[in-house]
């Protein structure tokens, strides 16, 4: 009896030992709480921003050269500035089976005989129509802007399908420009081509003529070669208010999108045709 009196005293004093150790070092209160990790930072932010790294981009870009089937180009070939023609042709008079040669395209006004419609009725007719041909052996981005004498005529026009943004080396596109009119002319306004590489030309045939300053009746019947569509990621309204004011050039747009891919990036209005080689990539928007 004495014993247990003696075991049951000893666990006494140590839990009464316990406590007051305890209580001498947490004042008589609960032990404080471990402290709350720190919340990660939003997927959606970490990645907002890393797209705007290099790795990120050269790892875009040689992601896009595999599923276009093309040769990744350079980081320096994607840094360098682009040749540009731009050539003001005065509304110069393009007569049917005359052929000129400007900036490294030869243009051809021609007549073809091609399917139209009117209020749903199919028809064949002739045609005025450009033959664009690319004379190099580069990938070019292109615009040819034109105008006829009686724009109304054409709204029945047929349309041919064509690339109406680039061009593989040596290749030739027809477009239609207007149902056939006596005079058998167009007045040529300008031509602007860019050099590419080849993946800049998968890049830039994503996008949609009208989006991007080109005019629906020669733009109709662009055919992306492969792949989709570019989602809809910028103002339209603000590059058409920017061109208008001469803020915004063709040169600027495809300058961006031949460097960038569409589905990642959207060009924005402060982006200029790229000349210095040393310029971070990708382009990133002001904050």
């Known amino acids: 009896m004495e014993r247990r009196t003696l075991v049951v005293a000893v666990v006494l004093c140590g839990t009464a030992g316990f406590a007051l150790g305890m209580a001498f070092l947490f004042g008589g209160g609960p032990p404080p709480a471990p402290p709350r990790p720190r919340r990660p930072p939003a997927p959606a932010a970490n990645a907002a921003e890393m797209k705007y790294s290099e790795i990120w981009y050269r790892g875009l870009v040689e992601q896009d050269a595999r599923t276009f089937g093309v040769v990744a180009p350079s980081p320096a070939e994607m840094a360098a500035p682009f040749p540009y023609f731009d050539v003001r042709t005065a509304h110069r008079t393009l007569r049917v089976g005359e052929t000129i040669h400007i900036a490294n395209i030869s243009i051809s006004l021609t007549i073809r005989r091609v399917p139209g419609a009117?209020?749903?009725?199919?028809?064949?007719?002739?045609?005025?129509?450009?033959?664009?041909?690319?004379?190099?052996g580069h990938h070019l981005a292109y615009r040819v802007v034109t105008e006829v004498s009686d724009p109304a005529r054409c709204e029945a026009k047929g349309v041919v399908a064509h690339n109406a943004i680039a061009l593989l080396p040596r290749e030739t596109i027809f477009r239609t420009e207007c149902l056939f009119q006596r005079q058998g002319a167009v007045s040529l306004i300008s031509v602007e081509v860019m050099e590419i590489p080849p993946l800049a030309y998968a890049y830039v045939s994503r996008l949609?003529?009208?989006?991007?300053?080109?005019?629906?009746?020669?733009?109709?019947?662009?055919?992306?070669p492969r792949g989709a569509g570019c989602p809809q990621t910028f103002s339209w309204r603000d590059v058409r208010d920017g061109a208008a004011r001469g803020d915004i050039a063709w040169r600027d747009i495809i300058d961006f999108y031949a460097r960038h891919n569409c589905d990642e990036y959207a060009f924005f209005p402060g982006y200029r045709y790229r000349r210095d080689a040393a310029a971070p990539l990708p382009a990133r928007p002001p904050s």
Request: overall charge neutral; aromatic content about 6%; glycine content about 14%.
């Open 208 to 224: 949609s003529p009208g989006l991007v300053l080109y005019d629906g009746r020669t733009a109709a019947g662009h055919t992306i």
């Open 118 to 136: 009117v209020e749903g009725q199919s028809f064949r007719a002739d045609h005025l129509g450009l033959k664009i041909e690319n004379r190099t």
